[in-house]
């Protein structure tokens, strides 16, 4: 029998990290996406202009085609921008879930949402999924109010809690930030950069082969966690892209972001504990150089799709590796040999 190829539904195909997912998971699904004011071209993908706050127009997309999966990847997810449009905040990164994931919940289609360490206020670090979201700001509370509801409401669902996400954009006339950061040690321009916030730093591919592996393990109805296993401010970040990447990294000047104008520290922590996302899918995540070095080498590959599955499997050793030390720890000790 010919096994039915899945169809995901990216919603936001035209945002950073809905395009690198069609982008990575077109080699394994059927992928649709869309757009709302930037076309984008990602061969094999079908694209079409779509406004989320239209509810019918949502619906007869999902009844139309039958997602396996749906992935919301529309927001606004700047948190300065979040400050100044509060009301557009709630629209984008919250209405919109209200529309989609009723649909899903009818027509059978696991519902994939990206929220972010910036539910946490940052004062501690190392957060755990248990822990209670305690952001001060508009966007940290717009993405744990849709964690919540998701969770209330939604019976097929995975909502993955992101650390900072980078890499390169499909988007026609937006770089990100990590393109500004290779721009500017290409040309040996100055650029200043955050030195106070530290969070995990992960390729955004990694995302793909993770919803990958969750949907090939049937993981749903979970919040996990999804970030590198260390943390690094911005400023750190750049100089060690500068290193793995051979390049300059002496125009890069430490800075300060304003992340959120309540803070009574100067620094601030959202790193993300990763194990149970680890344990369920068998793999290790990588530190935020393993990252970079994996960012180094697909994109100086000629075939990059082709370079995921050896990746899947180190880490699949690395995973197996760590669970023998943690087995040898616990054995207990044999007991002392009995003189005749
Ligand atoms: N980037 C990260 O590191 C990160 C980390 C954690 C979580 N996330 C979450 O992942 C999601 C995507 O983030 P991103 O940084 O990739 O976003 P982004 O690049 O800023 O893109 C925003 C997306 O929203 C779409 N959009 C805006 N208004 C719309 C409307 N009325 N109807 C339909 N679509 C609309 C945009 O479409 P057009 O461009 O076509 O107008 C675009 O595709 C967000 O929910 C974000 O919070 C991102």
Redesign the pocket.
């Known amino acids: 029998m010919v096994k039915k190829i899945p169809t995901v539904l990216i919603?936001?195909?035209?945002?950073?990290?809905?395009?690198n997912l069609a982008e990575f998971l077109r080699h394994d699904f059927h992928v649709i996406g869309?757009?709302?004011?930037?076309?984008?071209r990602i061969p094999g993908v079908l694209t079409f202009?779509?406004?989320?706050?239209k509810k019918n127009v949502i619906k007869s997309i999902i009844l139309h085609f039958r997602p396996d999966i749906t992935i919301?990847?529309?927001?606004?997810?700047?948190i300065q921008d979040c400050r100044r449009h509060p009301h557009l905040a709630e629209?984008?990164?919250t209405g919109?879930v209200y529309n989609v994931s009723e649909f899903c919940d009818r027509y059978k289609s696991l519902f994939i949402?990206?929220?972010?360490?910036?539910v946490f206020h940052g004062d501690e670090g190392n957060y755990l999924e248990s822990d209670n979201p305690d952001s001060s700001t508009v966007?940290g509370h717009s993405?744990s109010s849709v964690e919540f509801y998701i969770q209330r409401t939604s019976i097929n669902y995975l909502i993955?809690?992101?650390?900072?996400?980078?890499g390169r954009?499909f988007?026609p006339c937006?770089l990100?930030k990590f393109e500004e950061l290779q721009n500017a040690c290409f040309n040996g321009q100055e650029l200043v950069v955050d030195n106070h916030v530290h969070i995990g730093h992960l390729d955004?591919f990694y995302l793909g082969m993770i919803i990958k592996l969750c949907w090939d393990n049937k993981i749903s109805n979970r919040l996990f966690h999804v970030s590198t296993t260390d943390q690094m401010t911005y400023y750190e970040f750049a100089k060690l892209y500068a290193e793995v990447f051979h390049q300059s990294g002496e125009h890069i000047r430490p800075g300060m972001w304003p992340v959120n104008s309540n803070v009574d520290s100067d620094n601030l922590y959202f790193r993300l504990d990763t194990a149970n996302l680890a344990g369920q899918i068998n793999i290790t995540l990588p530190t935020i150089k393993e990252s970079l070095q994996f960012t180094y080498e697909r994109w100086h590959l000629d075939a990059p799709d082709k370079f995921w599955p050896d990746y899947l499997e180190k880490a699949r050793k690395a995973a197996a590796a760590a669970q023998d030390n943690a087995n040898q720890e616990a054995k207990p000790e044999e007991p002392p040999p009995q003189n005749a």
């Open positions: 919603l936001g195909v035209s945002s950073f990290v809905g395009s869309t757009y709302h004011d930037h076309p984008v202009a779509c406004d989320i706050l919301y990847a529309i927001g606004l997810s700047s629209t984008l990164n919109g949402y990206f929220s972010s360490a910036f966007f993405k993955l809690r992101c650390g900072n996400l980078y954009s988007h937006q990100t955004v």
